[in-house]
């Protein structure tokens, strides 16, 4: 719809650039204190030159603390996400295409569980996990994000295999093969776009969590956030540099995830609010 | 498909919801009708509905629910109005800022935990970037997460900035799938662009923006990390919206399970009645 006079673009379009770049600003300023010593970051004036030093970087990454909580996070994200997406595909299908009674209340049913407050999970399972002894356990905390990434996986995946022409797999089943076949060497291959935007969103949704680990663990299974949370930020003295430097590192797959793989992630980020 | 072959594909999925949400919800409900308390976890008292009935009688507890209704109302509103009109200047005048226009999404990805810390440090009041900013502008720095009257609106901040983006997405999508034939046709008939956007625009985009809105009611109902980062809920009760108020007396501070599994259980009827409201607009479209 271009059909303004140039003039008026001309000025809209510089208001959008002064916006969107104020609105970015936290995320640089972030970036530039993890780059600075402990005296620049709690100088009284905010310092806005200064000579990068790497300082706040090695103090988090010289703290196994750190290392052990990253390798969590990484975990929880690829292997509970990943149960969670694979362990959907065959689930989607049947929501998707099978004329199974209860179809949509099973569907609407994933939704809704979606939408229910994290607190309200966080409790019972508090309580449970206390009697199990899977308090401060990978498994434990396996088990939350397997249980968290379906309502996303199924709900994404669905719109995906709607978008698929059933042709083929009735030609496939008409031809003799099985349905677990036809999963395999029809519906899979075609859908794997889609599969992969799926779990780059689980990934990024498990990667996200902070209330089931900062509660549910207390120490050797700790993901990044809830780490940074407990160690940094305790009530003694708050530790900037390090929030800085962790931050910045632990966002920066996400930003490069989100600056390359931006198109396929747009589906998931409407929250299914657009087809 | 056959049936057996349906179940089979479901079974896996059907498994991990009962497992990792039906049962832990059935238990939630057990427990909110006893006196479950983890000072004393051994000694569980079945008390009816004590706890409900006590809750609706606690002004503490009405008070933090008035606050998040009021809370997500308002931040809500101002994402849905700041994120529509740039929606809509992007749509108008910024074909050639699709970059800029990716750019502005960038905060929905981030984790908000992560988030948060940013912000509690640019809101520290003797170094942070957000009080200096103010004074060099002549105004007076405040102690935006430690005092009773800014806490709430600097919680209120973070999470404009970091969702903002997510209704600018909604509302951008919906603008660019308006049929350009309509508005080219209004413009031949002489309507102006303020008639055009309220007269046909927006009553076509409305559905899907209300999808959008509902969603991140429910979501800004629910808000946990951002709160808890901040200020845990204070000073006082000034930032205790329900999710940390259920926290706090369930396992934070009181430990009295029973009565926080209830605040999260009467906090599920809020977010039910949205997502029934939120499924009936996807069913409609969908039709």
Sequence with gaps: MKRRSRGKSYIVNSMLLVVVVIWLLPILWILLTSLKTRSEILAPTPVFIFRPSLDSYSGVLGDPGFWRALANSVVYALVGGGLGVIISIPASYVLVRSRIRFRTVIAFGILWIRMMPAVAILLPFYALYRGMGLLDTHLGMLIVHVGGSIPIAVWLLSGFIEELPPEIEDAALVDGCTYISMMRHIVIPLLLPGIAATAIFVFIFAWNDFIFAAFLTTGVAKSVPAFMSASYLSLGETEWANIASASTIYSAPLVLVFMYLHRHLVKGMTGGAIK | ?287
């Design chain 2, 1 to 287: 498909m056959p049936r057996r072959i349906s179940i089979v594909f479901l079974a896996p999925v059907m498994a991990v919801i009962l497992g990792t949400r039906a049962y832990p919800m059935a238990y939630a409900l057990y427990l909110s009708l006893t006196d479950y308390s983890l000072l004393r976890p051994r000694s569980i008292n079945f008390v009816g509905l004590a706890n409900y009935i006590g809750l609706l009688n606690d002004p503490i507890f009405l008070e933090s629910f008035g606050r998040t209704l009021g809370y997500a109302a308002c931040v809500v509103a101002v994402q849905l109005v700041i994120g529509t009109t740039l929606a809509y200047l992007f749509d108008q005048y910024g074909g050639k800022l699709g970059a800029l226009r990716v750019a502005f999404l960038a905060p929905m990805v981030l984790t908000p935990a992560v988030v948060a810390l940013i912000w509690k440090f640019m809101y520290q009041p003797d170094f942070g970037v957000i009080n200096f900013i103010l004074e060099t502008l002549g105004m007076e720095g405040q102690n935006w997460t430690s005092s009773p009257r800014t806490a709430l609106l600097s919680v209120a901040i973070v999470d404009i900035w970091q969702w903002t983006p997510f209704l600018f997405l909604i509302a951008y999508a919906a603008f660019q799938a308006v049929p350009e034939e309509l508005i080219e046709c209004a413009q031949m008939d002489g309507a102006s662009e303020w008639q055009i956007l309220w007269q046909i625009i927006l009553p076509i985009i409305r559905n899907i923006i209300l999808v959008g809105v509902l969603l991140r009611f429910i979501e800004a109902f629910r808000l946990f990390d951002v709160v808890f980062i901040l200020t845990r809920g204070g000073p006082g009760y000034s930032t205790e919206l329900l999710s940390v108020h259920a926290y706090l007396r369930g396992l934070g501070s009181d430990l009295m399970m029973g009565e926080g599994i209830s605040i999260s259980i009467l906090m599920l009827l809020v977010s039910i009645a949205a997502s029934a409201y939120l499924i009936r607009l996807i069913w409609k479209r969908e039709e």
